[in-house]
């Protein structure tokens, strides 16, 4: 066979894997096999020998070593990822999501690896989830928590965007009245005070009583409060979303006993408005991971921040973020939740994850340097010079040969927080997994995603139950520029 007529394959193969994107009848069929792979091993955390792996009906029916050799090209799995809070409605730049930009929106999720979601704040979405598996949409496996209880306290009048409840409503909990068999049973609790006025502890926790009673697991939302913290973990609540201020005046048990999801991103999103110079500079460097956004949404995004002034409300979260951000250390990885929140300000589909991910990273990599160097680094640079620095800092990971010596430990952890933590959270039917009979959910990758740090985001394709679901626009092949 000839030079030419090999590109020429190439480059149909190429087409009919992009037309499957937006023709999701084409090509999805949910039989596969992959020849000359290396899969996640989530117990030993690290990939596997080169194997081939098949697929039927959508399940993983066998796992073989592979006759390729390792000189041929390799790809590497990991198994889908899975973000706990999301809002699908919401354009990250505080209006709502228009119908055109819908399906870039879903998309965005799996040209990240994202597999499953779990929406939170969003009107019923049975509708677009019909939509999704009736293959008319393409877009992550979607489940719905229960609608937020905003209580009465919290918030002024109209400032609630779903029903408010009084704490008087938990003697008689109507709010269960309301309960939608087909949600998961997680139930989100925005807890927030408006005024300094404290809740009474007993009625919080005959909330959270009345909520497990039930079989719901009650999360609370403390929008980096720290009173809110302590009415949570003083009433038993085992479940928070959103940032830990470090002057909360928390037991050492309490902090021993809880599930959390930092949130970081949103603030530090807000935070970055002090200088939209920059915090164009930082999203543009994102961007690279992600090709859906950097083609449907940078563009938009960056002329909406301009060069304008920052608000008095942005340049009091610079003031806060530093404190913020230092709650992540030391914090048990077996006990963090992923949580992008994407649909609050610039944190769009994927992207929120892709920043979420890197602050627990640098942070991680931060607070693990030697005693003596963290000194000298304090001593001579500021806190958000060495933040937004960091970006430009190189990681030095060793040339890939065997993965157990070329991961380090900050992405393994982070890896298992994405997949098994998270996954098991929101009962993700893969168990954040590639696992034999199990669904196969997965994305692919040219090379060993950790070469770089925030590689396992730069993905080739995503599977969906055997189906490809994603993959970037190919390249020309075989055609001089």
């Not at 009919?16 to 023709?23: A, D, M, R």
């Not at 005959?206 to 720290?226: C, H, M, W």
């Not at 304090?378 to 970006?391: A, C, I, N, V």
């Not at 396992?456 to 189906?467: R, T």
Request: one cysteine or more; a positive charge.
């Amino acid at each position: 066979m000839t030079t030419n007529m090999k590109n020429k394959k190439q480059v149909c193969l190429s087409v009919l894997i992009y037309i499957s994107v937006f023709q999701p009848s084409i090509l999805l069929s949910q039989n596969l096999k992959m020849i000359g792979v290396r899969i996640w091993d989530s117990e030993k955390k690290s990939f596997g020998v080169l194997s081939d792996i098949e697929i039927q009906k959508g399940l993983v029916k066998s796992i073989q070593p592979s006759t390729k050799t390792q000189t041929e090209t390799v790809r590497y799995l990991l198994p889908g990822f899975c973000d706990a809070s999301v809002t699908l409605g919401s354009d990250a730049l505080g209006g709502e999501i228009s119908k055109d930009a819908l399906p870039f929106h879903l998309q965005s999720f799996l040209a990240t690896g994202f597999s499953h979601v779990e929406s939170v704040s969003d009107p019923d979405l049975q509708n677009l989830k019909d939509e999704i598996s009736k293959a008319r949409l393409v877009g992550p496996i979607i489940s719905q928590s229960q609608k937020p209880i905003l209580l009465q306290s919290h918030f002024g009048s109209g400032d609630a965007p779903t029903k408010q409840y009084n704490l008087k409503d938990i003697n008689h909990p109507t709010f269960l009245k309301d309960a939608d068999p087909s949600r998961s049973k997680h139930l989100p609790i925005f807890l927030k005070r408006a005024s300094q006025e404290m809740f009474s502890q007993a009625d919080l926790f005959q909330l959270r009583e009345e909520a497990q009673k039930n079989g719901y697991t009650p999360i609370v939302y403390s929008f980096a409060d720290p009173n809110s913290w302590e009415d949570a973990l003083d009433a038993g609540y085992q479940v928070l979303f959103h940032s830990l201020p470090p002057n909360a005046h928390l037991e050492a048990i309490q902090r021993r006993s809880f599930v959390w999801a930092p949130m970081l991103n949103i603030t530090y999103l807000q935070s970055m408005k002090v200088d939209p110079t920059l915090l164009g500079s930082k999203v543009k460097s994102y961007a690279k991971f992600h090709p859906v956004f950097q083609e449907k949404f940078l563009e938009s995004f960056l002329l909406s921040i301009g060069e304008g002034e920052a608000s008095p409300q942005s340049k009091k979260m610079a003031d806060q973020f530093e404190s913020l951000y230092s709650s992540l250390d030391g914090f048990p990885q077996d006990r963090l939740i992923f949580a992008s929140g994407s649909g609050h300000f610039g944190s769009y589909p994927g992207l929120g994850a892709i920043i979420e991910a890197d602050l627990w990273l640098k942070r991680w990599k931060l607070h693990l340097l030697p005693e003596s160097q963290t000194n000298r680094e304090s001593e001579s640079t500021s806190f958000w010079q060495k933040l937004w620095g960091s970006f430009q800092r190189t990681y030095s990971i060793r040339k890939v040969n065997q993965d157990p010596e070329t991961i380090n430990q900050n992405q393994r952890d982070l890896i298992t927080v994405l997949t098994q933590n998270t996954c098991l959270f929101i009962k993700a039917d893969h168990e954040g997994r590639i696992r034999l009979g199990g669904p196969a959910h997965f994305s692919v990758h040219k090379r060993n995603p950790f070469v770089q740090p925030l590689g396992i985001f730069a993905i080739e394709s995503m599977v969906l139950g055997g189906k490809l679901v994603y993959t970037p626009k190919p390249e020309k092949v075989g055609k001089k520029p």
